[in-house]
């Protein structure tokens, strides 16, 4: 009986230790190398109307649509281990598209208005700033991301003289000016929403999968809409998700 017990234990023993081996390599005991890349991807809708010329009675009516497509390759090879976590960086290259559709009274400068112009207006969706960070820290069996910096992913819009055909995108003066349409990218900040950042979500992945060795990805929810202002705009709608897919690709860790 002595000897069957010690057979009894040495097998506990030996199936404890796969379990003991994970939970040190969360200790910072093993380094993982990733390839991570990102996009940002979805569409965006909106519109917007109201009373342009009081003295007839005459309204405008626009309606804009953005397709979003952006990818946030590999800046360098992100390491990871259990007790640092990770810090990845970016280089994103814009991609996309908007338009502006409808029509609006001009005005004479007086209180007058002439006949509507149509709207039809389309350009891309581009960026200024284009670095992005995201940092992890391990909290437990996840590591939590948030982006520190982000790339700026609006619409662009550079016209030197007004055009009566484009009212949103234009604007007088003797250097180009850039302007972006009512509630698009750029001034509800939707694309940038759809990024983890303290104020929106964090990237929640899992420690097991970054000790890993195999591919695998992770869609983050949809940014929320904020919501268009009734009290003045009439109507004033919107519609649409923008959604960011975080891809971790496995890399070979040089010995040192």
């Known amino acids: 009986m002595p000897r069957l017990m010690r057979w009894v234990a040495a097998l506990a023993v030996a199936a404890l230790l796969p379990a003991a081996a994970a939970a040190g390599a969360?200790?910072?005991e093993k380094e993982t190398a990733w390839s991570v890349s990102a996009?940002?991807?979805g569409t965006y809708q909106n519109t917007?109307?109201?009373?342009?010329?009081?003295?007839?009675g005459e309204s405008a009516l626009i309606h804009e649509r953005v397709v979003v497509d952006t990818t946030l390759g590999p800046a360098f090879t992100a390491r990871f281990t259990g007790a640092t976590g990770m810090v990845a960086r970016?280089?994103?290259t814009q991609g996309g598209t908007w338009s502006l559709s409808g029509s609006y009274p001009p005005t004479d400068g007086d209180s007058g208005c002439g006949a509507q112009v149509p709207v039809s207006y389309a350009r891309p969706v581009v960026g200024?700033?284009?670095r992005a960070t995201i940092d992890f820290a391990v909290r437990g069996r996840r590591a939590i991301g948030y982006f520190s910096e982000f790339a700026e992913i609006v619409e662009s819009a550079v016209y030197a003289a007004?055009?009566?055909?484009?009212?949103?995108?234009?604007?007088?003066?003797?250097?180009?000016?850039?302007?972006?349409?009512l509630y698009g990218l750029g001034s509800t900040s939707l694309?940038?929403?759809?990024?983890?950042?303290p104020n929106t979500f964090p990237a929640r992945v899992p420690v097991g999968k970054l000790l890993g060795h195999k591919r695998f990805s992770v869609l983050l929810p949809p940014a929320a809409l904020e919501g268009c202002p009734t009290?003045?705009?009439?109507?004033?709608?919107?519609?649409?998700?923008i959604r960011m897919r975080l891809t971790f690709t496995p890399k070979v860790v040089p010995r040192r």
């Open 48 to 56: 917007v109307g109201w009373l342009a010329c009081p003295a007839t």
């Open 191 to 197: 694309a940038a929403r759809a990024a983890p950042t």
């Open 231 to 241: 009290f003045y705009y009439t109507p004033c709608e919107e519609s649409g998700q």
């Open 90 to 92: 970016f280089r994103a």
């Open 128 to 130: 200024h700033d284009r």
């Open 39 to 41: 996009t940002v991807t």
């Open 26 to 28: 969360g200790t910072g």
């Open 162 to 181: 007004p055009d009566p055909a484009k009212p949103f995108c234009s604007q007088s003066g003797d250097e180009p000016t850039r302007v972006v349409p």
